[in-house]
């Protein structure tokens, strides 16, 4: 479980976070929703430590990762696999190269282990046999899967995404979707997803954090969300008329 503390962050004298607490469960498709701005990406990165925050803890499983230093990060780093913005994959290498980056890195696994890592992590994410090709040879939903192989290659037990959905189409962002939702209920593994899209909100929200101006503005699940009377959730999640008319219906 990642458990974070009354998280502040603040950029010069842009309060971004003020005073956010939370708990993410192993096995829940954790999300963070909000409007553009409100703080989504700074929370992530606050948790993952490529952010400080200005005050407030996050602990993994007990051990307070905030005030540790590097070396002492180093384990729980190890346990951390993350799929940014862009799927940040390396264009001078291969897809089977990308994979085992982490394996390379921080394994003394040999060559034919990392490369049967590697392949079961391809074959996982549906995209066996493409070991050789380069990221500019991949359509962006490739990509994605690439980025997600290559995220849970090390086995991590907390896995952070940062709009997995940004430019696919709608049928290849709900596979994705169900991908990740189903790596994280199979491994066990604590999930923490920034969205916008409210496809994934409705399809996988186990526990869903919406955040408004920088602060915990709701709390709850896919299923208590269409029934919330709180008015700038409802802004935000029903704000078409498609979406209000589908919450009629549910
Ligand atoms: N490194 C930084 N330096 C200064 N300000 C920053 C930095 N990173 C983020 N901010 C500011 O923090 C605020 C929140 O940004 P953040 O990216 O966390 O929002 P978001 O909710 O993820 O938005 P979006 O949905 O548009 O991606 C913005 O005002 C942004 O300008």
């Not at 034919?112 to 590697?118: F, I, P, V």
């Amino acid at each position: 479980m990642i458990e974070i503390k009354d998280i502040f962050k603040t950029f010069g004298e842009n309060e971004v976070l003020k005073g956010i607490s939370a708990q993410f469960k192993p096995g829940k498709n954790n999300l963070i929703i909000g409007g553009s701005g409100s703080g989504k990406t700074t929370l992530l990165k606050c948790i993952v430590g490529l952010h400080e925050p200005t005050k407030g803890t996050v602990s993994f499983d007990g051990q307070e990762f905030t005030s540790m230093n590097f070396t002492e990060r180093v384990p729980i780093r190890k346990e951390i696999g993350m799929l940014f913005q862009n799927s940040a994959l390396f264009d001078s290498m291969t897809v089977e190269e990308n994979i085992m980056f982490g394996l390379n890195l921080f394994t003394d696994q040999s060559r034919s282990e990392k490369l049967d890592r590697a392949n079961f992590c391809l074959d996982r994410v549906n995209l066996k046999d493409r070991n050789k090709l380069y990221p500019s040879e991949l359509s962006g939903g490739m990509k994605k899967r690439v980025g997600i192989a290559r995220a849970i290659a090390m086995q991590p037990k907390y896995l952070f995404v940062d709009e997995p959905n940004s430019g696919l189409d709608p049928k290849t962002s709900i596979l994705i979707d169900e991908l990740i939702k189903e790596l994280t209920e199979e491994y066990n593994i604590t999930t923490v997803v920034v969205t916008h899209d409210m496809n994934s909100v409705m399809g996988i929200g186990d526990h869903i954090l919406f955040l408004h101006q920088g602060q915990k503005w709701w709390e709850g699940t896919n299923k208590e969300i269409a029934h919330t009377d709180n008015k700038e959730l409802n802004d935000f999640v029903f704000a078409s008329k498609f979406m209000q008319a589908a919450k009629e219906k549910l």
